[in-house]
């Protein structure tokens, strides 16, 4: 079994400011003559981004199918194709993309007409050609990911709990194998056939899936699994950083922070830190996409929210652009996706009310904003002590696992360490307090 550390980063107690920009909006594109979801009011869904014949291409999907705009001259950027989805109207509220050698492989969550769509993008700006539209396959599917080192499409929750697609001829997906060790994957990140399962209810998974290529239809590794970490909640979805290093992972229940998980040492994982929007106690991150020393995460009502993670125990908010007046965070509206890589810089972001928008991160104006500072308790497992940073309270008490009190600490609002005395090894419990009322709580690991 996999020995996994948690390294305890807990939110809402500091309090600083810090500077950050907000992005320039280059275009916005909306038709309010499209119908909104009906269970949310939704129209729009997620976001992606081309580079077709030098010009760049943003894509967002709707109620209605998958609209195609040119965004090379953002100011003059002009919708340029569509293609009808096979199910369309209210009951749409998912619709997901990725591209592979000049085909655009699109699904949807809804309705018994769903289908897989894939669509010949290799003509654009000019048009594009839908070459397959069939349920031959699945019917429906929440996310997919294409690893395109191996030439493989992952459908989360569509036939399986997860379903594996060969992609060697791009137009004729073939089922390599369907996956349900788990009772669901609602996304999935996948490198070099190492999928980052991000599981719901289930946590989080890391399976490598190489063995289908040597031994089809029959063996997988579980490398990892994490289903015990700081807001562990619904785990939603997450992105991996180039060198295979960081993982952030979201898990979407409203309040619960972002996570930054170490997975260089998949026999060690541990939350590096948490972070947040600072917004409001309930907001909800939801498709972040990690860029270099960036992330790019689209949050529910708050907008799109950029964090540089070059020290990923120390991530700093930087940039922010609201595509959405807020009102109650206790709902689902606001941004969806974010597509980061085109090659002008320019970012592409979805909206579910307010559609589809080009933003500029490089010039802006800079504001100073309120963002939570979380402590942090090192080091994990701790041997003789452990040290408490970024702290406001003023109480530390530790339980062991029958919930019976070890410890009663007073600690200072700055820095504390705390000795571990006579305790055993073992998992212990321990709350952060402020005038006797707890405001954090977590785990330490003495060994």
């Given at each position: 079994?996999?020995?996994f550390?948690?390294?305890?980063?807990?939110a809402?107690?500091?309090?600083?400011?810090?500077?950050?920009?907000t992005?320039?909006l280059?275009?916005?594109w909306?038709?309010?003559t499209?119908?909104?979801?009906w269970?949310?009011?939704?129209?729009?869904?997620?976001?992606?981004?081309?580079e077709v014949?030098?010009?760049?291409i943003?894509?967002?999907g709707?109620?209605?199918g998958?609209?195609?705009?040119d965004?090379?001259?953002p100011?003059?950027a002009?919708?340029?194709?569509?293609?009808?989805?096979?199910y369309?109207?209210?009951?749409?509220?998912?619709?997901?993309?990725h591209d592979f050698?000049?085909?655009?492989?699109?699904?949807c969550?809804?309705?018994?007409?769903?289908?897989?769509?894939i669509?010949?993008?290799?003509?654009l700006?000019?048009?594009?050609?839908?070459v397959y539209?069939s349920?031959a396959?699945?019917?429906?599917?929440?996310n997919?990911?294409?690893?395109?080192?191996?030439?493989?499409?992952?459908?989360?929750?569509?036939?399986?709990?997860m379903?594996?697609?060969?992609?060697?001829d791009?137009?004729?997906?073939t089922?390599?194998?369907?996956?349900?060790a788990?009772?669901?994957?609602?996304?999935?990140y996948v490198r070099?056939?190492t999928?980052?399962?991000?599981?719901?209810?289930?946590g989080?998974?890391?399976?490598?899936?190489?063995y289908?290529?040597?031994?089809?239809?029959?063996a997988?590794?579980e490398?990892?699994s994490l289903?015990?970490?700081?807001?562990a909640?619904?785990?939603h979805s997450?992105?991996l950083?180039?060198?295979?290093?960081?993982?952030?992972?979201?898990d979407?229940?409203?309040?619960?922070?972002?996570?930054i998980l170490d997975?260089?040492?998949?026999?060690n994982?541990?939350?590096?830190a948490?972070?947040?929007?600072?917004?409001?106690?309930q907001?909800m991150?939801h498709?972040?996409i990690i860029k270099g020393?960036?992330v790019?995460?689209?949050?529910?009502?708050?907008?799109l929210?950029?964090?540089?993670i070059s020290?990923p125990?120390?991530?700093?908010?930087?940039?922010e652009?609201?595509?959405y007046?807020?009102?109650?965070?206790?709902?689902?509206?606001g941004?969806?996706?974010v597509y980061?890589?085109?090659?002008?810089?320019?970012?592409?972001?979805s909206?579910?009310q307010?559609?589809?928008?080009?933003?500029?991160?490089?010039?802006?104006?800079?504001h100073?904003i309120?963002t939570?500072?979380?402590?942090?308790?090192?080091?994990?497992?701790?041997?003789?002590?452990?040290?408490?940073?970024?702290?406001?309270?003023?109480?530390?008490?530790?339980?062991?696992?029958l919930?019976?009190?070890l410890?009663d600490?007073a600690i200072s609002?700055?820095?504390?360490?705390?000795k571990?005395?006579?305790?055993a090894?073992?998992?212990?419990?321990?709350?952060?307090?402020?005038?006797?009322?707890?405001?954090?709580?977590?785990k330490v690991?003495?060994?």
């Amino acid at each position: 079994m996999n020995k996994f550390i948690l390294i305890v980063a807990i939110a809402l107690l500091g309090i600083s400011s810090n500077a950050q920009q907000t992005g320039t909006l280059l275009y916005n594109w909306q038709d309010t003559t499209l119908m909104g979801s009906w269970a949310y009011n939704n129209t729009y869904n997620e976001c992606w981004g081309l580079e077709v014949n030098g010009s760049e291409i943003a894509i967002i999907g709707s109620t209605d199918g998958t609209h195609f705009f040119d965004v090379t001259d953002p100011a003059n950027a002009t919708q340029v194709a569509y293609v009808a989805g096979a199910y369309q109207g209210g009951g749409v509220i998912h619709r997901d993309y990725h591209d592979f050698q000049g085909y655009l492989y699109v699904v949807c969550d809804e309705g018994s007409s769903s289908t897989l769509q894939i669509i010949d993008i290799s003509t654009l700006p000019d048009s594009v050609t839908t070459v397959y539209d069939s349920n031959a396959l699945f019917t429906k599917s929440h996310n997919i990911f294409i690893d395109t080192a191996t030439a493989k499409l992952y459908a989360c929750a569509s036939n399986s709990a997860m379903d594996i697609y060969s992609l060697i001829d791009p137009k004729d997906p073939t089922l390599i194998y369907s996956y349900n060790a788990v009772g669901h994957v609602h996304d999935a990140y996948v490198r070099n056939d190492t999928a980052y399962l991000n599981c719901g209810n289930d946590g989080f998974r890391i399976i490598d899936f190489h063995y289908l290529d040597l031994l089809p239809g029959t063996a997988w590794v579980e490398l990892a699994s994490l289903t015990s970490y700081p807001d562990a909640g619904y785990n939603h979805s997450g992105w991996l950083n180039d060198d295979g290093t960081l993982y952030i992972m979201q898990d979407e229940n409203h309040g619960y922070d972002v996570k930054i998980l170490d997975v260089s040492d998949l026999s060690n994982i541990s939350v590096l830190a948490t972070f947040n929007s600072g917004v409001d106690s309930q907001s909800m991150a939801h498709n972040g996409i990690i860029k270099g020393d960036l992330v790019y995460i689209p949050y529910y009502h708050d907008g799109l929210r950029v964090f540089d993670i070059s020290d990923p125990s120390n991530p700093v908010q930087t940039w922010e652009y609201d595509t959405y007046a807020p009102n109650s965070h206790a709902s689902y509206k606001g941004a969806w996706g974010v597509y980061p890589y085109l090659s002008s810089g320019n970012i592409i972001v979805s909206d579910m009310q307010t559609g589809l928008y080009i933003i500029d991160l490089t010039s802006g104006t800079t504001h100073t904003i309120e963002t939570n500072l979380k402590p942090s308790i090192y080091p994990v497992p701790a041997t003789n002590q452990i040290t408490i940073t970024n702290n406001t309270a003023n109480n530390f008490t530790l339980y062991n696992s029958l919930g019976a009190k070890l410890m009663d600490v007073a600690i200072s609002k700055n820095q504390t360490t705390i000795k571990r005395g006579n305790l055993a090894n073992g998992l212990y419990f321990y709350s952060l307090n402020i005038g006797g009322k707890q405001i954090e709580s977590g785990k330490v690991l003495f060994e």
